[in-house]
């Protein structure tokens, strides 16, 4: 496995790359090869879930959706922290610039995310097909009245929903050890509510809310509610890792 993943990104690795595009290379072998297992195990669950409700019972919500809404998001925004916190200091050991690990850094955690994204809404559409194929009802949650999931909204909403969640736990988990890293115990801390924001906001505005609400992704002020605290993380992220002490926790 880990030899694909080497060569699927080998030319992302090549000398002649710049710094920060070799960086992100790195990263996303580590990023990829977790991945692979993640929904390796994640696929198998969600499909033994299916077959054992169906022996014992009715199947009649979205076994899927508890993918994202349960270890997904919270998953990329620890491994995001770990690629953050423990990948800085051999990066800079081995020469190259604090700059070229805050853009690396970025650029892999939002090509980490885009993959989350795709996978998360694919097993959605497929198990969707598979539910109509077979009759069942593809609800959202457990009860006789029918709760519509934002897979109803359609393959966008879906993606949007999807991807707002888990490029926000990704910048989160970026951010949060690199302010600690950057400001010392006492003021990464203190900007926890900061550092955080982006996955903080998504718990209002993606899935976990009501699609039906005034603030959700559906809409335009619950889109840019999720993206301003995005953007503004994207941005400050580099700051943070230029000229960090790497002796500091």
Do not use: K
């Amino acid at each position: 496995m880990s030899s694909l993943v080497h060569r699927l990104l080998a030319p992302l690795l090549s000398p002649a790359r710049p710094q920060w595009v070799r960086t992100a290379g790195l990263q996303l072998q580590v990023y990829l090869f977790i991945w692979a297992l993640f929904w390796a195990i994640c696929l198998v669950g969600v499909a033994l879930a299916i077959l054992i409700v169906d022996q014992f019972g009715t199947v009649n919500v979205s076994i899927g959706q508890f993918v994202r809404n349960g270890p997904l998001v919270w998953f990329v925004y620890v491994v995001a922290m770990l690629a953050s916190s423990a990948l800085m200091v051999p990066h800079v050991a081995h020469g190259m610039t604090r700059r070229s690990f805050g853009r690396g850094a970025l650029a892999a955690g939002l090509v980490n995310a885009l993959l989350h994204t795709i996978m998360a809404a694919g097993l959605i559409v497929v198990e969707g097909v598979l539910y109509a194929r077979m009759g069942w009802q593809h609800d959202m949650a457990v009860g006789p009245e029918y709760t519509a999931g934002v897979w109803e909204g359609g393959i966008g909403l879906l993606v949007l929903d999807y991807g707002l969640a888990t490029v926000a736990a990704g910048v989160s988990g970026l951010l949060v050890p690199m302010a600690y890293r950057r400001l010392g115990g006492l003021w990464g801390t203190v900007t926890l509510p900061l550092t955080m924001l982006p996955l903080i906001t998504l718990l209002l505005t993606t899935g976990w809310s009501d699609p039906a609400a005034a603030w959700h992704v559906g809409t335009a002020l619950g889109t840019a509610i999720s993206v301003v605290p995005i953007v503004a993380g994207i941005a400050v992220f580099p700051a943070l890792t230029r000229n960090v002490a790497l002796s500091r926790t």
